[in-house]
């Protein structure tokens, strides 16, 4: 037994996208820190998310290493598989895939179509007696559990036999012996819950893609292969209960039995058209007897997450259809080793007071019902699940798109309206997407008043509002965004940055007003000037009289000197 849950996200791989809370027919998907994990007490192991994850993040546990390693333990291991082989390896013979799969190590290949046939035999004996009521088929775990779960009051509708895959794995073991170990192979993830939960039946299930890896892993190539005599199906082929992975299938064999007709044989596919047909019923309203063939995957087993779907649905009916025949004697019998009850196992129910529902809708700013757009946007039909979904710790705010976009647009308009800039955003037509008031202030003329009328003014032409529009042009033709310095605009001077929003598709720019710091800056260039010519002239002028002065002083000496020779 694997202790780890079938199914689980590769949390570094998620995107966040919420496809798979979308899709999960029973919202058993937490959402935590952006990343959507399955909550495997609500989980039906249907495979839905793991189909729909458009990166792969949800994984289905393989189960290869557990399987290996109970092939090197001393019990005879032998392979329920799937009646959907023959549509998984279309072609191929059966003897081929036996001999393949004993190569892997496995003593014997049993057809699972075994178990619906004895399923078959034991319901057929309940249905000739029945008169009224309601029985809803077991034969596909994911809607067992469905019943259970989410539908309790149905639980006793269901038909009180083990799945065919578990009635065969008790099969094998009262042909072969209790010491026996039974894998299940085919196209279904809910068998890991059944193999999970009997493991004294079934020790472990593989799925048809896995087993292709080993296949590969262990170079077997089936299709290469000499199958010997040895390489048929134990202890013997199955017949009618290879209909079974088609819809309708398992209805076809019990309308074989003798005594079966009066029923009122119905099928439904897929979980959200079992709810819509059981919705607003009473099990005791059912006057007459109705049998329900139900399977979680549309269309059958055949199309089961963990097939290939390689080729139509039609075909794949056809060829199962063609290749199946009908034991010419049906046995009447009822193998005691399979019957189960199915109780309820209805999940408790969340106490939310419409107060606590109102507070949650108001976290997310669906304030009346006008604010609650059931846009699905979160992965929730309405914004009253998303909320009970916020209140069961199941979701997180930041999944509600609207409210996401709100509180985005807010905080940019708070920003546009604080920032002491000029803010325009435009696109490659140079119409204007968005901007602020300050931006219209710039313009001048009659851009503030039409700003007032039309907030952001959306359309309007750049280059009727700035004579620059072409520096826009550049960057959105360039891809290069770019600062540009005193930028006249009236009697204005700013500085421009200009960047890329989408590149070549919106650019938006910051406009800062710059002319005072200009003016400023050519007063302190024009004092500065005057201290200098100041300066300039004093300088001059002591220049000047030093000049003088030493003139003067050469005069005087020159005349001493003159003296001074004359009397020597
Ligand atoms: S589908 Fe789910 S698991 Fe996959 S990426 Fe989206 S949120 Fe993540
Ligand atoms: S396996 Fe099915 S029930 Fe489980 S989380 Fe995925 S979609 Fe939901
Ligand atoms: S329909 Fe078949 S393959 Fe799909 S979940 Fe049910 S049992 Fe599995």
Same mark, same amino acid.
């Given at each position: 037994m694997n202790l780890a849950y079938p199914i689980y996200t590769a949390d570094a791989e998620?995107?966040?996208?919420?496809k798979c809370v979308r899709h999960c027919p029973v919202k058993a998907i937490k959402v935590v820190s952006g990343h959507a994990s399955v909550i495997s007490d609500l989980c &039906? *192991? +249907?495979g839905e998310c793991v189909e729909v994850c458009p990166v792969h993040a949800?994984?289905?546990?393989?189960?290869l290493g557990s399987v290996r390693q109970l092939l090197q333990g001393s019990a005879p291991v032998y392979v329920s598989l799937a009646p959907s082989w023959g549509s998984e390896f279309r072609g191929l013979p059966a003897a081929n895939l036996i001999a393949a799969l004993r190569q892997l190590g496995f003593a014997g290949v049993s057809e699972t179509a075994l178990g619906a046939q004895i399923v078959s035999d034991s319901l057929a004996l309940s249905l000739r007696e029945m008169r009224s009521g309601l029985l809803l088929s077991s034969a596909c775990p994911v809607m067992v559990d469905f019943i259970r779960k989410y539908?309790? !009051?149905?639980?006793?509708?269901?038909?009180p036999v083990l799945s065919p895959a578990l009635s065969h794995a008790r099969y094998l073991q009262e042909q072969f012996g209790e010491h026996i170990k039974v894998v299940f192979i085919g196209p279904c993830i809910a068998k890991k819950n059944e193999a999970d939960r009997r493991g004294e039946l079934i020790s472990s299930a593989l799925m048809f893609s896995s087993l292709r890896q080993w296949f590969k892993e262990s170079k077997i190539a089936p299709w290469q292969l000499s199958p010997? #005599?040895?390489? +048929?199906f134990v202890p013997e082929n199955s017949r009618e209960? #290879? &209909?079974?992975?088609? !819809?309708g299938g398992m209805n076809e064999t019990l309308k074989a039995?003798?005594?079966?007709?009066?029923i009122n044989y119905m099928v439904v596919s897929g979980i959200d058209a079992l709810r819509q047909t059981l919705?607003? &019923?009473?099990? !005791?309203?059912?006057k007459e007897p109705v049998f329900i063939e139900t399977l979680a995957c549309i269309g059958g087993c055949?199309?089961?997450?963990?097939?290939?779907?390689?080729?139509p649905g039609l075909l794949e009916r056809l060829r199962i259809i063609r290749n199946t025949d009908f034991r010419t004697e049906l046995p009447e019998r009822r193998l005691p080793s399979i019957i189960e009850a199915y109780p309820s196992a209805a999940l408790p129910q969340s106490d939310i007071s419409l107060q606590e529902l109102r507070e949650a809708l108001q976290s997310i700013?669906?304030?009346?019902?006008?604010?609650?757009?059931?846009?699905?946007?979160?992965?929730?039909?309405?914004c009253r699940n998303f909320a009970r979904a916020l209140l069961e710790g199941k *979701?997180? %705010?930041?999944?509600c798109v609207s409210h996401m976009r709100n509180l985005a647009q807010k905080k940019s308009n708070a920003m546009l309206r604080c920032i002491p800039a000029g803010v325009v955003i435009v696109n490659s037509e140079l119409q204007l997407l968005e901007c602020n008031r300050r931006f219209a202030e710039l313009c001048g003329g009659s851009a503030p008043e039409i700003y007032e009328l039309a907030?952001?003014? %959306?359309? *309007?032409?750049l280059e009727k509002l700035i004579p620059f529009a072409g520096l826009f042009e550049e960057v959105l033709k360039s891809g290069r965004e770019l600062f540009r310095e005193a930028v006249k605009l009236e009697q204005r001077l700013l500085n421009v940055s200009i960047f890329n929003?989408?590149?070549?598709l919106v650019v938006g720019a910051l406009l800062f007003d710059v002319t005072q710091t200009e003016f400023t800056r050519e007063q302190i260039a024009e004092q500065a000037r005057q201290v200098i010519d100041k300066n300039l002239a004093t300088v001059q002028d002591i220049a000047c009289k030093l000049g003088e002065h030493m003139a003067e002083t050469e005069i005087l000496l020159r005349s001493i000197a003159e003296n001074y020779a004359d009397k020597t």
């Open positions: 998620c995107q966040d996208c919420f &039906l *192991a +249907c949800k994984k289905v546990r393989e189960d539908m309790p !009051e149905f639980s006793d509708c269901i038909t010997t #005599a040895e390489d +048929c209960g #290879a &209909l079974y992975p088609i !819809e039995h003798s005594g079966c007709e009066h919705d607003g &019923l009473r099990p !005791e309203d059912v055949v199309h089961g997450p963990g097939s290939e779907h390689c080729s700013g669906k304030h009346n019902e006008k604010d609650e757009l059931n846009c699905g946007g979160c992965g929730y039909n309405s *979701a997180e %705010p930041s999944m907030p952001g003014m %959306p359309k *309007a032409r929003i989408e590149p070549g």
